[in-house]
């Protein structure tokens, strides 16, 4: 494999103020489509640890619901993020106030409106290693410091989460490697 690439997130969210980043390697020989096709396919059934930390939440877990499509629901969207890449945003209000109007992707570049988070999260294959990172940037130093507190109580669950869904990936894009 050549050089990694940039990554779609670097330029959706270049700047952030809290980031979580987990990744890890695939064995030589899983093409890159399966991996993706692994992404987009893994369970919450896959994921027993992601699952049990997400059942404390509104999200239905069942076990043969996809997790990617779960992270698609009124908060986030997906952008086109390219062949090795998903990328989801989200923008979110502390303050008891409507969302900026349009398209998602337009509202989350061109928002600058105090107490708004703007949240980006993807999942990637490049060069061998299946990655996730997370990133959120507050719009003004209250809600920033308001979104600190929640960011330190979910912070370490949130990446045992995250780590439990790399390794459903792997180990069902080397099944499918190893089946194909």
């Given at each position: 494999?050549?050089?990694?690439t ?12 809290f ?6 390697p695939l064995p ?9 096709s692994?992404v987009?396919?893994t ?11 997400m ?6 877990v069942?076990?043969?619901r996809?997790i990617?499509?779960d992270?698609l ?31 998602l ?19 990637r ?6 990655s996730?990172?997370?990133?959120v940037?507050?719009?003004?130093e ?9 960011w330190?109580?979910?912070?370490a669950a ?5 780590r ?11 099944k ?5």
């Open positions: 494999m050549g050089e990694p940039a990554a779609k997130i670097d330029y959706v969210l270049p700047r952030w103020h980031r979580e980043s987990h990744s890890i030589r020989g899983v093409p890159p489509e399966r991996v993706m692994a987009r396919e369970t919450w059934g896959e994921a027993p640890v992601s699952r049990a930390l059942s404390l939440t509104k999200v239905d069942s076990a043969g996809r990617v499509s992270f629901g009124e908060a986030m969207e997906a952008v086109e993020a390219g062949e090795g890449e998903i990328l989801f945003i989200s923008l979110d209000c502390l303050e008891d106030r409507p969302k900026p109007v349009g398209p992707a337009e509202a989350f570049a061109g928002c600058t409106e105090a107490g708004f988070l703007k949240m980006a999260m993807n999942l294959y490049d060069g061998r290693v299946l996730t990172e997370t990133r940037y507050a719009t003004d209250h809600t920033r410091r308001r979104f600190r507190g929640y330190f109580t979910i912070r949130s990446g045992l989460s995250r439990s869904l790399l390794r459903a990936i792997r180990r069902r894009a080397v499918a490697s190893v089946q194909g």
